[in-house]
């Protein structure tokens, strides 16, 4: 998954430098901002160092989480999966998208210090993971040191974001990049579906929220720039499909930067500023929303 990772995000720092990404230049006309991050001049002269990174790339169900990052997010476990369905979810591939959604409510329990529910969650995890015939030795010994770091959320976090990279790489291996991409597509769209159910207010949006929903286009770019390397598998292009059409929602806004303000890290593959502006429309997030909440309901069926 990384060769073909690194070829897909070669291709796309053309593709932000002519669309998504775009610094505003001198005497350039660009459409009326709806939102923007972007502090008032001497507050921003300020923080000029202080710029955030916006991920591009792929992520692990638990780094997808970064979405939240800094964001005053409410508690509200009914929201998540059940961590009771794991056990009819029978099929490889319900099985992967399920494991990649453990995955982000694994983090988000984890932010309130939810220790018990994240045992019944690993479990969970574990359950699936047998069903794809990852090997057993890949769990159990972090399973224990998460019980015995749950005080420290950085270490239970980092534990089970290795746990994840170890299993993407068994599939990789395995020749079934096409499972570990559902993995991914799993983590995403629950972490999509959190933030823009449980976050978005459409009738008074923040703009930091609407920011961190609206920079999932570039991740979205990613993840179906990705997924047609698998098109053998009939599952992958059955969510291709669905991307595509949420696409069309992302590709009516775009976000600019300040001149001088944006910087892609290539190695990290980041993009970093200090803020954006946005053409977003109440009326588009709201279509997100909605269809963000459908393709949830839909994976976690059975």
Known sequence: MDKVFRLTAITLLFTFAALSCRQQKEKEIIPETTFSTYEADSARAEAADEKREIFYGLLTPVEITQIFDRLDTSYDTDMLNPESKADDYLS???????????????????????????????????KLSRRLSIPPEYLPGPMEKIESNMADSDSVLNIVNKAYKKIENHLEKDGRESTAGLIVLGGWIEALYISTDLLLDVENPDAEVVQRIAEQKY???????????????????????????????FDKFDIYFKKNDLEIDRVKQVLKASGSDMTITTETLRDIKDYAKDMREETVGL
């Open 92 to 126: 490889a591939s319900k099985a992967a998208l399920n494991l990649g959604i453990y995955g982000v409510d694994l983090s988000y329990l984890k932010m309130f210090d939810m220790n018990g529910e994240m045992i019944k969650y690993l479990m969970s995890v574990k």
């Open 219 to 249: 991740t979205l770019n990613t993840l179906l720039s990705f997924l047609k390397n698998y098109y053998d598998d009939p599952v992958v292009v059955y969510y291709t499909k669905k991307l595509k059409f949420l696409k069309k929602y």
